[in-house]
């Protein structure tokens, strides 16, 4: 994957990402080495505006960036990508003219670091609904309640969080905030031990036990579910799930080359070349593989470069931003599967390389929003159903 001509990425850094990215994974560690690499080259302040001492890079030239180190090292994207979508959303408010949480801007620039505490046990649909309590105090919230999936926390010193201020039953609200690591009032439970894929993110659990946060960092009170979406959590949506599309992306893509330069290998007793690459089937396949990635990435590209031109989607914007990450998640998981068909039983041993990214794109489809959220997101859209209108079973 070519660099772009501002890109933060330099091709050494990336292979020193490439070549740690097994042993992360085999010991369930944390990329602290690619961390700090990439801290210094300024990957966490690409999207701060340069006014304020970052590149001003757009949401689709943040995508591109995390695409990028996505082929190289895909947990490494991933979790970064929670520090990268609070920035790059607060960025475009800030271009377009709210102030209000300039803080976290400069913050970022002076090398703070944001994470993601929304995914919740019960709770599927994140940021529109929340099972934390929010109460309302003298200067700012108390929340209790279980996050889970906390990418990045052994060096978060912000964690965005959400929780629901029912204080008027008929009017609930979602309260959006952010925690200083220097809080009283929360734990870390690691929970992240050896799990399926993308170990390196270190996404173990942060218990909220009534922590207080005051208002300074109370960054949105909005009504609950979908009416709550306005720009602060409509651009949550987008610079997240879209950076999930392109994580996964770069991940399928690397597997796609792991394939075809292995294949060019592989011989075989039963076709008159003796090489595998002449199989039909196998061809195939390789074909097939091609066209996934060649359907994805316009995909996505074309998502995000509307929502970085601002183009007027209107209503239709929450629908193509979780139609493009579920379509990209999911072609990314076709990819690798058929992988594994190609290459035979030496794709199941760490020395192919796709094992370990196996394992790390089944997690794709169950990053919000999910294939069930979307398909409801999308089909309510198209029939004209208040997106909050819940089915009754029974």
Known sequence: MLAT????????????????????DHENRFFQEDFDELRGAGYLTM????????????????????????????????????????????????????????????????????????????????????????????GGYRFTGHKSFGSLTPVWTYLGIHGLDTSDPNAPKVVHAFMPRSSAGYRVEPTWDHVLGMRA???????????FIPDQYIARVVPSGFAGIDGFVLGAFAWALLGFG????????????LTTTSLQKKTSVSLSRGELKHHPGLQHDVAEMALELERIEPHLESVARDYSEGVDHGHAWGPKIVAAKCAAVEGAWRVVDMSLDVLGG?????????????RDARLGRLHPANSYLTREILAKASLGIDLDERPRWG
């Open 5 to 24: 001509a501002n890109s933060v990425l330099p091709d050494d850094i990336l292979q020193r990402c490439l070549e740690r990215a097994p042993g992360y």
């Open 47 to 138: 999207a701060v505006p340069k006014e304020l001492g970052g590149r001003g890079m757009s949401l689709a030239e943040v995508c591109r960036e995390t695409r990028r180190l996505a082929y190289h090292a895909p947990p490494t994207a991933l979790a970064l990508n929670m520090h990268n979508y609070w920035v790059g959303l607060v960025a475009d408010l800030w271009r377009g003219g709210d102030k209000s949480l300039e803080w976290l801007l400069e913050a970022a620039a002076d090398g703070e670091v944001f994470a993601a505490g929304h995914a919740e046990k019960g709770n599927d649909i994140p940021l529109l609904y929340s099972t934390t309590m929010a109460e309302r105090v003298d």
């Open 201 to 211: 993110t270190r996404s173990d659990d942060t218990i909220l036990e009534g922590v």
């Open 246 to 257: 392109n994580v996964y992306l770069g991940l399928a893509r690397r597997a796609f080359d």
């Open 346 to 358: 030496f794709g199941i041993f760490p020395a192919s390389g796709i094992e370990r990214l196996i």
